[in-house]
């Protein structure tokens, strides 16, 4: 098998305990536990101190997660003047990939151990969403909204966000997004952070590698793209000729097709729902479209190609989201805010070797194809001696 120049796909690279994905089958595990049943019987909160625990939590593990997440609901006050000396027009993923470096020169525990790393855990599963609410309104000139004291993970964020209690559907249904990218195995981010954490630089620069990965549009900024195809598309009916004129260039159908799963993604199954859930509460055509693009894509596909494609997380995401009220720039920021949880536990696996023999520096070979002189190198020339190309 050429396992060169392939993006490391099908490599296996190291072992975890994490999550397990079986393509074929459409299945997604966290700790052994099948996605489906914790988005049906669980809550982001639980599935974050699973992901970092090995286990479903105890009623006491869970109430003291649940503490040590709503102590940690507050910024240093420097990040907060901060955001409000950045220019309004910045990035939202550049901002938090700068704060989360810069949140390292305020942790009071200098050490690296188990312990250690667990509570940075949480406090940054805490932190990263009130950055990014603090920045949203910081941004359009608003006042910052402080954290609830009453509010679970999800409501927060989004009462934060709006300066309004969510509607008790409204705060499920993002609950529910949040733990559908809380983790998934070695993506590109979760790769990212591992291989920075193997160097036993702490969590956070290992965090802010995860971040600059997932700002990139083939991997966290996939659901803005889809969202910005359907607001060029606008109705239902110009699906057909789009996605034709789409596929005509060259283009990817972005939110079609996956890396990994060899059918329906789990995840998009949910959010479907939740899109279609939406659109009935709110009488926004998204879903609509959404359902018409896949449609499209899967029957063009089929027609040209002979080969089947499936919807994958990003499809559903991004009509979901923006029903939800939230700025289109800041679909892949909240990528961030769940999978902050997945990331984390990686880097304490990968740190304390908890799935390998021992921790082990990422230190793979690459093949040199570059110029060649021969065995003895190429001769070095003074500049005056050397020829401009014609």
């Known amino acids: 098998m050429e396992t060169k120049n392939i993006g490391l796909?099908?490599?296996?690279?190291?072992?975890?305990?994490?999550?397990?994905?079986d393509g074929i089958n459409g299945k997604l595990?966290?700790?052994?536990?099948d996605i489906l049943d914790l988005v049906k019987k669980s809550n982001f909160e639980e599935t974050a101190c699973l992901l970092l625990n090995d286990d479903l939590p105890t009623d006491k593990t869970l109430e003291d997660f649940g503490t040590k997440l709503m102590q940690a609901r507050e910024i240093p006050e420097n990040i907060e003047k901060n955001l409000k000396n950045l220019p309004k027009t910045a990035n939202p993923m550049d901002v938090i990939q700068s704060r989360i470096s810069e949140l390292a020169v305020y942790d009071k525990e200098k050490?690296?151990?188990?312990?250690t790393n667990y509570n940075r855990a949480i406090d940054l599963i805490s932190k990263i969403p009130i950055i990014i609410a603090y920045w949203d309104r910081i941004r359009n000139g608003k006042e910052v909204v402080l954290p609830s004291k009453k509010l679970g993970h999800a409501g927060n964020f989004l009462y934060m966000l709006t300066g309004k209690e969510p509607d008790p559907e409204i705060a499920r249904i993002f609950d529910i997004c949040l733990i559908l990218h809380a983790e998934h195995s070695f993506n590109a981010s979760t790769f990212a952070a591992r291989e920075v954490a193997s160097t036993r630089a702490h969590m956070y620069a290992a965090v802010s590698a995860a971040i600059g990965a997932l700002s990139g549009e083939l991997h966290g900024g996939a659901n803005f793209q889809v969202m910005k195809m359907l607001l060029d598309i606008q109705t239902e009916d110009k699906?057909?000729?789009?996605?034709?004129?789409?596929?005509?260039k060259g283009d990817r159908i972005m939110g079609m097709g996956h890396a990994v799963y060899k059918t329906f993604d789990p995840r998009a199954e949910v959010l479907r729902e939740l899109s279609r859930r939406l659109s009935e509460k709110t009488g926004q055509p998204w879903y609509r479209i959404t359902k018409r693009v896949e449609e499209v894509t899967e029957e063009e596909m089929k027609k040209v190609k002979g080969s089947d494609i499936f919807p994958n997380v990003d499809l559903y995401s991004a009509s979901t989201y923006y029903m939800l009220g939230i700025p289109m720039d800041l679909n892949t920021p909240i990528f961030a805010i769940s999978r902050t949880a997945g990331w984390t536990a990686h880097i304490i696996e990968e740190k304390f070797a908890e799935a390998q023999p021992k921790p082990m520096l990422y230190r793979p070979k690459a093949v040199y194809v570059g110029k060649y002189c021969g065995p003895s190198g190429c001769e070095y020339l003074p500049i005056e001696k050397r020829q401009t190309p014609a």
Do not use: P, Q
């Open 9 to 21: 796909r099908n490599i296996e690279v190291a072992d975890t305990k994490i999550c397990a994905i």
């Open 29 to 33: 595990i966290y700790r052994g536990y």
């Open 111 to 115: 050490g690296d151990d188990h312990k």
């Open 239 to 248: 699906v057909e000729s789009k996605i034709k004129e789409k596929l005509a």
